[in-house]
């Protein structure tokens, strides 16, 4: 990582959670392809990334600019096949 903290960058799952928000504007977290924790959600919601409305089972979840921001900020790794080296 270039300087940036763990709490900048989102993690893999967060990742994911994020790219399905990017598809649509508000989403209903429970059929989400990928299991959404309370812990989660409040995390992502403390860094920004996401606005939350609604309770229990029909908690829906969206993306915000920041959210947007830190899910193009990762960077995939290349793939040894990718720059020729095998």
Same mark, same amino acid.
Not at 52 to 66: D, F
């Given at each position: 990582?270039? &300087?940036?903290?763990?709490?900048?960058? =989102?993690?893999?799952? $967060?990742?994911? %959670?994020? $790219? +399905?928000?990017?598809?649509?504007?508000?989403?209903?977290?429970?059929?989400? =392809?990928?299991?959404?924790?309370? !812990?989660?959600?409040? #995390?992502? +919601?403390?860094? &920004?990334?996401?606005?939350?409305?609604?309770?229990? $089972?029909?908690?829906? %979840?969206?993306?915000?600019?920041?959210?947007?921001?830190? !899910? $193009?900020?990762?960077? =995939?790794? #290349?793939?040894?096949?990718? %720059?020729?080296?095998?």
């Amino acid at each position: 990582m270039t &300087g940036k903290t763990s709490a900048e960058v =989102p993690n893999m799952t $967060q990742r994911t %959670i994020l $790219q +399905c928000l990017n598809l649509d504007d508000w989403k209903i977290v429970a059929p989400l =392809p990928i299991p959404v924790g309370e !812990m989660m959600l409040i #995390r992502m +919601c403390d860094y &920004g990334w996401v606005e939350t409305r609604g309770e229990k $089972q029909h908690t829906a %979840i969206r993306l915000t600019p920041a959210g947007l921001k830190a !899910m $193009q900020s990762v960077k =995939p790794k #290349r793939r040894l096949v990718e %720059i020729g080296l095998k």
